[in-house]
């Protein structure tokens, strides 16, 4: 048998398309499946007459590669991942590397990088977005762990990802250990965050103003041509406008109820460890937990009645508003996001370039848009900038669209529409730009029942004090700490 460049384990829809992706721009390729059956499918369908080599065996797979081996597993994240790395390693030699491509817990291939590296094996988790068409044209990817394994790979990855219209690859090296699978969780949060926000922006369309699909069909294609061009916006603007063979808008024969993998939640729970405030995330997140409770909300219609109001004044006027507050809010999921990143590259030694994984993002993914062009921009204009938000030219957006995103919100509240999302954002755009919280009467809370203590405006950072504010408490601290 030839010596083949890669292999790779797992011949689900994403790991097909890969295949044909990585074949399809002069790469042979190796391919097993745990179910053998699926191997020969493919070897004698879709891989007809390609560069493929199907294998029966794990041994088969390995001893059909070039040295060093590079074997991409592609399975359901968890249990499984482990699984097949126990199957790999009787068979590698030194240097060969392991490769994760599925949607993995970033702690795990924390994990597995340092397990596989102790056997004397290189190890790559990386994330791959951008769905069955993504893998198939060119996905987005995300590549962390032993960073010696980088170079053996980089011409493979950099040649079947997407790449931008001025030709650069949506692909680079993120980090070690999970660093590549950490990018692609705040990838996957983000997008949830993005979602979410389109709905609540069709949400208002739709009951607030009373659209009509093809009207709200025409105002997302509007808006895909300005700032908010993006894939999502381009989806959304696709799906109000599709009707089934029988002439039926589909978009109104989906039960509201979301689904969810993980990912988000994810993301929120990161944050959460960082002690980072993701809060529009966070909503996107319960917003789907709300919608999966279909049958409460049904029985809660009919006994919880809102006092809400009907839309008045100019429609188009508001749908302006909304393109603004949407444009605006969108910011802050990338803000947020971001300082999750620099939380967590600080947490676990990682050196992120925050531009380029913008870059990253332009193409393949599921959030790929023109505004990650200016995020890139951003960075290289300041790269320890703190926040997207104290970056002049998102600065200046957020200020501009303040006024017609509290409209927005404003009117939602009026009209009895939820919008956790848009209003999170606002609200955390409002306390970011607050010299003073009311976290000092919080302190005094905590310092009164629990002898927490609190530093003061008046003395230097890092001096704690406490109060005896009932005379009965004593003068005894508890010690301080930061969850």
């Not at 029942?449 to 609190?454: E, L, Q, V």
């Amino acid at each position: 048998m030839a010596q083949m460049d890669i292999g790779l384990i797992g011949l689900a829809v994403m790991g097909e398309n890969l295949v044909l992706n990585m074949e399809s721009k002069g790469f042979s390729v190796a391919v097993y499946n745990r179910t053998v059956e699926k191997v020969d499918k493919f070897i004698n369908g879709r891989g007809k007459g390609k560069n493929f080599a199907g294998c029966h065996s794990i041994q088969e797979l390995v001893a059909s590669l070039k040295r060093p081996r590079k074997v991409m597993l592609l399975v359901k994240a968890g249990s499984a991942v482990d699984d097949f790395i126990e199957q790999l390693l009787p068979h590698l030699e030194a240097g060969d590397i392991i490769i994760d491509g599925g949607n993995s817990h970033f702690p795990d291939t924390i994990r597995r990088a340092e397990y596989v590296e102790s056997k004397g094996f290189r190890y790559i988790g990386t994330g791959v977005s951008g769905g069955e068409e993504g893998a198939l044209l060119g996905p987005s990817m995300m590549p962390g762990g032993t960073p010696s394994a980088w170079p053996e790979v980089k011409n493979i990855f950099q040649t079947i990802c997407a790449h931008t219209d001025a030709g650069e690859a949506c692909c680079d090296w993120v980090g070690e250990g999970g660093a590549g699978h950490f990018v692609k969780m705040v990838h996957n949060g983000i997008e949830y965050g993005d979602m979410q926000m389109i709905c609540e922006t069709y949400h208002l369309m739709k009951d607030g103003l009373g659209l009509s699909n093809t009207e709200m069909h025409q105002v997302f294609a509007e808006w895909n041509k300005g700032e908010l061009d993006s894939y999502l916006i381009e989806i959304t603007r696709d799906i109000l406008g599709y009707k089934d063979e029988d002439g039926n808008e589909v978009v109104d024969l989906i039960l509201d109820t979301a689904g969810q993998k993980g990912t988000g939640k994810w993301t929120v729970v990161a944050a959460l460890d960082e002690g980072q405030p993701l809060t529009l995330i966070g909503e996107a997140v319960f917003a789907r937990c709300l919608s999966a409770i279909k049958e409460e909300r049904v029985k809660a219609s009919k006994v919880l009645k809102g006092s809400v109001a009907a839309f008045s004044g100019d429609k188009k006027a508001f749908i302006e508003d909304l393109r603004q507050a949407l444009y605006a809010a969108k910011i802050i999921s990338y803000a947020q996001g971001y300082q999750l990143m620099r939380a967590a590259a600080a947490t676990y030694g990682w050196n992120l370039n925050y531009g380029g994984i913008a870059l990253m993002w332009r193409g393949g993914c599921i959030i790929r848009s023109l505004f990650l062009g200016k995020i890139k921009e951003a960075f290289d204009r300041n790269s320890k900038l703190e926040n997207l938000l104290l970056d002049p030219f998102f600065a200046e957006i957020v200020q501009k669209n303040q006024d017609a995103w509290r409209r927005v919100i404003i009117k939602a509240v009026e009209m009895g529409i939820p919008t956790p999302s848009i209003a999170s954002a606002l609200n955390f755009f409002d306390g970011y730009r607050s010299g003073r919280l009311p976290a000092n009467l919080l302190q005094a809370q905590r310092d009164y029942f629990g002898a927490h203590t609190y530093e003061r405006v008046d003395k230097p950072r890092g001096e704690f004090f406490h109060t005896n504010w009932t005379g009965r408490g004593g003068n005894t601290a508890a010690s301080t700490y930061v969850v």
